[in-house]
């Protein structure tokens, strides 16, 4: 019987995950990924924002983000133009998605209105680019939330300014036409995250207003309630908020027939999974 060999073994030297961003290669001889220079692209949105060579990006702490939010503080105090910006360099493929809208303001324009017209800029002019606004609270907080879905794992920048040379002037307190908005980006990665909440639970006493009260979730400081007409929409729309489930939050009675989610939210992570 003839001795049987063995073939020695080498060890493999595979990629960890995903390259970091775009261009790089991975090195079977430093087991390790190589990417080429990274130049910075354009004027940082804002002074404070620094060039991250690692993801081929301006990093903008408490303002860039894979989510970003806008809340009006002050209405405008005299008419004039306001542009919106979005801006974002793929780490995945190093494609660009660049985008930009405008609306007119007015002298005591409320708050909420000011709110859905940023909104609307977004929805109508940034959705080839891959933004879309997540989350509209313009109603009752004169807030929303824009994120990057096209390319989800990438921070982007939202600029208001009355200059269309000019990215972005909030960073710097009130626009030049006096309104006042402030603008925070959310990272990719936090904790702890909201829960779910669970045991739903939907009411109308004396046949008035709806109320909605529910099982508070682990890690929510409050609560939202999303509404859209549809089963399947994309419930961005909040119809209220509350600080706990019990007791809830109570919702005016709709015309027709009306969905309703419910999600626990912090100041780490945002909004977490609706229910």
């Given at each position: 019987?003839?001795?049987?060999?063995?073939?020695?073994?080498?060890?493999?030297?595979?990629?960890?995950?995903?390259?970091?961003?775009?261009?790089?290669?991975?090195?079977?001889?430093?087991?390790?990924?190589?990417?080429?220079?990274?130049?910075?692209?354009?004027?940082?949105?804002?002074?404070?924002?620094?060039?991250?060579?690692?993801?081929?990006?301006?990093?903008?702490?408490?303002?860039?983000?894979?989510?970003?939010?806008?809340?009006?503080?002050?209405?405008?105090?005299?008419?004039?133009?306001?542009?919106?910006?979005?801006?974002?360099?793929?780490?995945?493929?190093?494609?660009?998605?660049?985008?930009?809208?405008?609306?007119?303001?007015?002298a005591?324009?409320?708050?909420?209105?000011?709110?859905?017209?940023?909104?609307?800029a977004?929805?109508?002019?940034?959705?080839?680019?891959?933004?879309?606004?997540?989350e509209?609270?313009?109603?009752?907080?004169?807030?929303?939330?824009?994120?990057?879905?096209?390319?989800?794992?990438?921070?982007?920048?939202?600029?208001?300014?009355?200059?269309?040379?000019?990215?972005?002037?909030?960073?710097?307190?009130?626009l030049?036409?006096?309104?006042?908005?402030s603008?925070?980006?959310?990272?990719g990665?936090c904790?702890?995250?909201?829960?779910?909440?669970?045991?739903?639970?939907?009411?109308?006493?004396?046949?008035?207003?709806?109320?909605m009260?529910?099982?508070?979730?682990?890690?929510?400081?409050?609560?939202?309630?999303?509404?859209?007409?549809?089963?399947?929409?994309?419930?961005?729309?909040?119809?209220?908020?509350?600080?706990?489930?019990?007791?809830?939050?109570?919702?005016?009675?709709?015309?027709?027939?009306e969905?309703?989610?419910?999600a626990?939210?912090?100041?780490?992570?945002?909004?977490?999974?609706?229910?």
């Amino acid at each position: 019987m003839s001795p049987t060999r063995v073939a020695g073994t080498m060890a493999v030297c595979d990629p960890p995950g995903p390259a970091p961003r775009f261009g790089c290669q991975w090195s079977t001889d430093l087991c390790d990924w190589f990417c080429p220079v990274c130049d910075p692209f354009g004027a940082p949105p804002r002074s404070s924002c620094t060039w991250d060579g690692k993801v081929c990006n301006w990093i903008c702490p408490g303002y860039t983000g894979v989510q970003v939010t806008v809340q009006t503080l002050q209405p405008p105090v005299q008419d004039a133009t306001v542009y919106v910006r979005l801006s974002s360099l793929c780490t995945a493929t190093g494609a660009m998605a660049v985008c930009g809208g405008s609306f007119a303001v007015y002298a005591g324009m409320p708050v909420s209105v000011k709110c859905q017209a940023i909104a609307d800029a977004i929805a109508n002019n940034c959705s080839a680019a891959g933004y879309a606004v997540t989350e509209n609270n313009c109603r009752l907080a004169a807030s929303l939330m824009a994120s990057n879905v096209g390319c989800p794992a990438t921070q982007f920048a939202l600029g208001l300014s009355n200059d269309p040379a000019v990215f972005d002037q909030a960073g710097q307190g009130a626009l030049p036409d006096g309104e006042s908005d402030s603008t925070t980006g959310t990272a990719g990665s936090c904790a702890p995250m909201p829960g779910p909440v669970s045991n739903l639970r939907l009411a109308r006493p004396g046949g008035g207003d709806l109320q909605m009260t529910w099982d508070d979730a682990s890690n929510a400081d409050d609560y939202l309630v999303f509404s859209d007409a549809a089963p399947n929409g994309t419930f961005t729309t909040v119809a209220g908020t509350a600080p706990s489930g019990t007791p809830g939050a109570t919702v005016g009675t709709p015309p027709g027939s009306e969905f309703y989610l419910v999600a626990g939210s912090n100041a780490s992570c945002g909004v977490g999974p609706r229910h």
